[in-house]
């Protein structure tokens, strides 16, 4: 059964807390990364130090890392450990296609999730073979991932013509492989769009989002939204219309916060 952390749940509430107490221009509770902003796809090292020191110093709670492919880069598992070791929550987003091959470079710390992009559809047998590929292999490396202690939280994006069928599927295949948590989002292209597809991508996600069978995740799929749906200026109202579950919740589970 997926269980949402319950310190990741105290970090969100006192992150609210402090922005009622203190607001600040421009913070939000999830700090959205693009890998490519900050490392070399030949370096090992980190590129711009002083992008990451900001980072570190953010109040935001959580730090999603996506846009292009993280693993593509030598040194992202640097930059993953030192976000890490400053108290953050890291969400590495990956199609999860080199995750077996990398996975050794990563430390299974609690504050680490290893977000795994598949696509609603992709075992349909008029898939391209392609597609079932890169599905098989983003499997294995979740399996292999678990085998190594890491948290795993699966991302599912949905299209205007994505069936709801599709994400109960992939809903199933990821608790089949004992995921710790899953998120859905609009896929990006239609999210922030004003054409019908992005209407209809838009409800068909809020339908997706009751069946994670979780109130947390599901609570946590809007408050991720605008990162991971390149809707960069309109986290805010995001995170505040998702913040009362989780607030909620955090009360009910404040023992299993406390022990956390």
């Avoid at 935001?60 to 598992?77: F, R, Y």
């Avoid at 430390?107 to 795994?116: C, E, I, K, N």
């Avoid at 699966?154 to 599709?166: A, C, D």
């Amino acid at each position: 059964m997926m269980r949402f952390p319950p310190r990741l749940t105290a970090d969100l509430a006192l992150a609210r807390i402090a922005q009622k107490l203190r607001p600040a221009p421009g913070a939000r509770l999830v700090q959205f990364v693009d890998a490519a902003d900050i490392l070399h796809s030949d370096s090992s090292q980190p590129v711009s130090h002083e992008k990451i020191r900001e980072i570190i110093g953010g109040r935001s709670p959580v730090v999603w890392i996506g846009a292009s492919e993280p693993l593509l880069h030598p040194g992202v598992a640097h930059l993953v450990r030192a976000i890490t070791g400053s108290g953050h929550f890291v969400f590495l987003e990956t199609d999860g296609t080199l995750l077996r091959r990398r996975i050794h470079e990563f430390q299974p710390v609690s504050r680490l999730f290893l977000a795994v992009r598949l696509e609603p559809g992709a075992r349909d047998p008029a898939s391209r073979s392609l597609r079932t590929d890169a599905l098989d292999l983003a499997i294995e490396g979740i399996r292999a991932a678990r085998l190594s202690g890491f948290s795993i939280c699966v991302q599912g994006r949905v299209h205007s013509e994505t069936e709801i069928s599709e994400v109960a599927e992939l809903i199933h295949l990821a608790h089949s492989n004992d995921v710790d948590g899953i998120v859905i989002s609009p896929a990006s292209r239609e999210s922030n769009s004003a054409n019908p597809d992005a209407a209809a991508s838009v409800q068909k996600t809020a339908k997706a989002r009751k069946l994670i069978g979780s109130a947390w995740w599901e609570s946590f799929s809007r408050l991720i939204q605008p990162a991971v749906s390149g809707e960069r200026n309109a986290g805010r109202s995001s995170e505040e219309k998702s913040g009362a579950p989780i607030e909620q919740e955090s009360r009910a589970s404040e023992e299993g916060v406390k022990v956390a």
